[in-house]
């Protein structure tokens, strides 16, 4: 069977009303995440609820994103990324409305799924939108770019939920998304490049797909159930297992498969692979950053409004270098600039793990910052090369690699760094004398963080290791074959 499609990539028109377009879009949806933590203290008190209930709000959102991925990628490579594109805003508004008006915390749940759904479709195909819109020699900056508006929204949205509740309530920092919704879906009809693409048989893996649904949300279950009652909870081994099982049951059935979700092959360009891991492995480590809130509530003693705005020098910091990074790798090549960002990613962390209670707030300033720094530096480059090793017919998919590597990095290190640091926390006092974070010792909670930040070097580390063997091996292959050609 032929699957060949024809596509053209020959950047839009209007490039920027596009990136525009899609940047609403991202910003939109990165600013709800942070919008909707904030709330969940008034979501608890307001709809008489509890907070094993209240989680589903971020739960539902999250394991919709994260099952649906992939299939969400591969629709888009298939019927025009467009259409997928605005269906998908035109469903994350209409969400956000909903949950808005919801009546009670069911209700909230299931419009959240609703605003899932939408959200995925918008995060999946957006990275390429923005390619194709963009020639090859601009498609660092432009993502660069984006990971800008990204760092802006995950920066923007605890300080702008507080106002909200504070101003009109609850329901506001849903209703907030409306109008942003039908801005960015009136700009992306206009702006937004329709792929020329023509299909000859193609037809969608649903065999697959449904086994890659299975699995992925067995994985997130199985993280969920490991952070509350640990990694030798019956349950969570289950699930765990069940995700092995059906991750080689997936690798089997695509192998079989005439048309694939997912073909394998793309697997053996090795800065599509590697980049994907890196990725991977570089949001696993960042993830453990939300320990941070106890280090300033508990240790520190700051107000909530003051620990909205010191957790805000990571994101800033990386909104502000990302386009310059992405810049960079145009002229100088993807690899180099992000192994320059994990060197400095790296330091970040050793950086942070020696804060202390007697630290200053220009002194956590100076810890942090490299982090960002180092992120911004190794994002885009990372998501270029990553972009730019695929065949044009399969930016869709790979687009939703992409996205799902993050969402699988962030899912795993909340569970993993936050076992490391109640391991330490507990482990630092007394067996029995602590129950909680809020009753630690302040030398028990600095110890936690220290080995948290410690952890997350080291997994920095593995990557850049690997990543600098690859290059070199590269570069020496082709030094060896330059000279053999002389």
Same mark, same amino acid.
């Given at each position: 069977?032929?699957?060949?499609?024809?596509?053209?990539?020959? !950047?839009?028109?209007?490039?920027?009303?596009?990136?525009?377009?899609?940047?609403?879009?991202?910003?939109?949806?990165?600013?709800?995440?942070?919008?909707?933590?904030?709330?969940?203290?008034?979501? *608890? $008190?307001?709809?008489?609820?509890?907070?094993?209930?209240?989680?589903?709000?971020?739960?539902?959102?999250?394991?919709?994103?994260?099952?649906?991925?992939?299939?969400?990628?591969?629709?888009?490579?298939?019927?025009?990324?467009?259409?997928?594109?605005?269906?998908?805003?035109?469903?994350?508004?209409?969400?956000?409305?909903?949950?808005?008006?919801?009546?009670?915390?069911?209700?909230?749940?299931?419009?959240?799924?609703?605003? @899932?759904?939408?959200?995925? =479709?918008?995060?999946?195909?957006?990275?390429?939108?923005?390619?194709?819109?963009? !020639?090859?020699?601009? $498609?660092?900056?432009?993502?660069?770019?984006?990971?800008?508006?990204?760092?802006?929204?995950?920066?923007?949205?605890?300080?702008?939920?507080?106002?909200?509740?504070?101003?009109? @309530?609850?329901?506001?920092?849903?209703?907030?998304?409306?109008p942003i919704g039908i801005i960015a879906?009136?700009?992306?009809?206009?702006?937004?490049?329709?792929?020329?693409?023509?299909?000859?048989?193609?037809?969608?893996?649903?065999?697959?797909a449904s086994i890659m649904l299975l699995?992925?949300?067995?994985?997130?279950?199985?993280?969920?159930?490991?952070?509350?009652?640990?990694?030798?909870?019956?349950?969570?081994?289950?699930?765990?297992?069940?995700? %092995?099982? @059906?991750?080689?049951?997936?690798?089997?059935?695509?192998?079989?498969?005439? &048309?694939?979700?997912?073909?394998?092959?793309?697997?053996?360009?090795?800065?599509?692979?590697?980049?994907?891991?890196?990725?991977?492995?570089?949001?696993?480590?960042?993830?453990?950053?939300?320990?941070?809130?106890?280090?300033?509530?508990?240790?520190?003693?700051?107000?909530?409004?003051?620990? @909205?705005?010191?957790?805000?020098?990571? !994101?800033?910091?990386?909104?502000?270098?990302?386009?310059?990074?992405?810049?960079?790798?145009? $002229?100088?090549?993807?690899?180099?600039?992000?192994?320059?960002?994990?060197?400095?990613?790296?330091?970040?962390?050793?950086?942070?793990?020696?804060?202390?209670?007697?630290?200053?707030?220009?002194?956590?300033?100076?810890?942090?910052?490299? *982090?960002?720094?180092?992120?911004? =530096?190794? &994002?885009s480059p990372n998501n270029s090369a *990553?972009?730019?090793?695929?065949?044009? &017919?399969?930016?869709?998919?790979?687009?939703?690699?992409?996205?799902?590597?993050?969402?699988?990095?962030?899912?795993?290190?909340?569970? %993993?760094?936050?076992?490391?640091?109640?391991?330490?926390?507990?482990?630092?006092?007394?067996?029995?004398?602590?129950?909680?974070?809020?009753?630690?010792?302040?030398?028990?909670?600095?110890?936690?963080?220290?080995?948290?930040?410690?952890?997350?070097?080291?997994?920095?580390?593995?990557?850049?290791?690997?990543?600098?063997?690859?290059?070199?091996?590269?570069?020496? $292959?082709?030094?060896?074959? *330059?000279?053999?050609?002389?």
């Amino acid at each position: 069977m032929d699957s060949r499609a024809d596509m053209s990539l020959a !950047p839009a028109p209007h490039k920027w009303g596009a990136f525009g377009a899609i940047g609403l879009g991202v910003l939109m949806a990165t600013l709800d995440m942070g919008i909707v933590n904030v709330a969940l203290p008034t979501l *608890i $008190r307001q709809l008489h609820t509890d907070f094993a209930t209240i989680q589903w709000v971020i739960l539902s959102y999250v394991l919709v994103i994260t099952s649906l991925m992939l299939g969400v990628g591969r629709l888009g490579d298939m019927l025009g990324r467009k259409k997928i594109y605005i269906t998908g805003l035109a469903i994350f508004t209409l969400g956000s409305l909903l949950c808005g008006l919801a009546p009670g915390v069911g209700w909230l749940i299931a419009f959240r799924s609703l605003q @899932g759904l939408g959200a995925v =479709m918008m995060q999946s195909l957006g990275s390429a939108i923005v390619v194709e819109a963009f !020639p090859s020699s601009e $498609r660092g900056r432009a993502l660069g770019a984006m990971g800008g508006v990204v760092s802006v929204g995950l920066a923007l949205g605890p300080a702008l939920g507080g106002v909200l509740i504070g101003m009109a @309530g609850w329901r506001a920092v849903f209703l907030v998304n409306v109008p942003i919704g039908i801005i960015a879906g009136l700009a992306a009809t206009r702006y937004v490049p329709s792929s020329k693409i023509r299909m000859i048989k193609q037809h969608f893996d649903f065999w697959g797909a449904s086994i890659m649904l299975l699995t992925l949300v067995c994985y997130a279950f199985g993280m969920t159930l490991g952070q509350r009652h640990g990694f030798d909870y019956p349950v969570t081994l289950d699930l765990l297992a069940a995700t %092995l099982v @059906g991750l080689a049951a997936f690798l089997v059935a695509e192998k079989r498969a005439d &048309q694939p979700m997912v073909n394998l092959d793309m697997f053996r360009t090795p800065r599509f692979g590697l980049g994907l891991l890196l990725g991977f492995l570089a949001f696993l480590s960042l993830a453990g950053g939300y320990v941070l809130t106890f280090f300033l509530t508990l240790v520190k003693g700051h107000s909530v409004e003051q620990v @909205g705005l010191e957790m805000m020098v990571i !994101p800033l910091m990386m909104g502000l270098v990302a386009p310059w990074a992405g810049t960079l790798s145009d $002229r100088f090549g993807t690899r180099p600039i992000s192994l320059t960002g994990q060197l400095i990613l790296i330091g970040g962390f050793l950086a942070a793990s020696t804060l202390d209670a007697n630290v200053n707030e220009l002194g956590y300033v100076l810890r942090l910052a490299p *982090i960002g720094l180092g992120m911004g =530096m190794f &994002q885009s480059p990372n998501n270029s090369a *990553i972009m730019g090793a695929v065949q044009p &017919q399969q930016l869709g998919i790979a687009s939703g690699l992409v996205a799902l590597s993050r969402t699988l990095g962030t899912t795993s290190g909340v569970p %993993l760094i936050g076992s490391v640091y109640g391991s330490v926390v507990f482990a630092s006092y007394k067996v029995g004398m602590v129950k909680h974070f809020s009753t630690a010792p302040h030398n028990a909670l600095v110890a936690g963080i220290k080995c948290a930040y410690l952890v997350s070097a080291a997994i920095t580390a593995v990557g850049t290791v690997l990543a600098l063997t690859v290059f070199l091996v590269r570069r020496q $292959r082709q030094s060896a074959a *330059i000279s053999g050609t002389e």
